[in-house]
């Protein structure tokens, strides 16, 4: 019988809290594009937080069409990794964090990446949060489940 999803929901967070990068997928009338980000998920995880600069294709493919996949892992590129990788895709809607609400949020994503402090206050540099509508979870490239995410 597979696990339940609250038995899942510790290993989400150990993986998310685990890496720092994903994989950002987005995409132009119909081109995938895959985007390397920093990114730190909300408490609730509800949010998945990632700074970009204005002037950048996903930021333009973003505005155009928000929808879009996060994929975190913890691969190690081993042999090992058939048995013990785990890796979650994160589904949602991406918007811009407004500006009045921008320190509210940059709290938990510089407290994750403070190297990226001048990046992410730069005027040029926008705020972006993935509202999470679901997680795919795969372990052992065998063991999936999905988690909705209620609204």
């Known amino acids: 019988m597979p696990p339940s999803h ?3 929901i510790p290993a989400l967070r150990e993986l998310l809290a685990s890496q720092p990068l994903a994989v950002l997928s987005t995409q132009d009338r119909g081109q995938p594009h895959a985007s390397l980000v920093a990114f730190a998920a909300t408490g609730d995880l509800r949010e998945v937080l990632f700074a ?4 950048t294709r996903k930021y333009a493919y973003l505005t155009s069409d928000n929808r879009a996949a996060l994929l975190v892992d913890n691969r190690s590129n081993t042999p090992a990794d ?3 990788a785990t890796a979650a895709t994160v589904k949602g ?3 811009e964090i407004p500006h009045e609400d ?3 949020f940059l709290g ?3 407290a994750r990446h403070p190297h990226l402090t001048e990046f992410v206050r730069a005027p040029s540099c926008a705020l972006m949060r993935l509202r999470v509508e679901s997680y ?3 372990r052992r490239f065998q ?3 999905n988690i909705p995410v209620p609204p």
């Open 6 to 8: 609250k038995e899942w």
């Open 52 to 55: 970009t600069p204005r002037a």
């Open 82 to 84: 058939f048995h013990s």
């Open 93 to 95: 809607r991406v918007d």
């Open 102 to 104: 921008k320190d509210r």
């Open 108 to 110: 938990p994503y510089l």
């Open 136 to 138: 795919s979870i795969v």
């Open 143 to 145: 063991e999936v489940v």
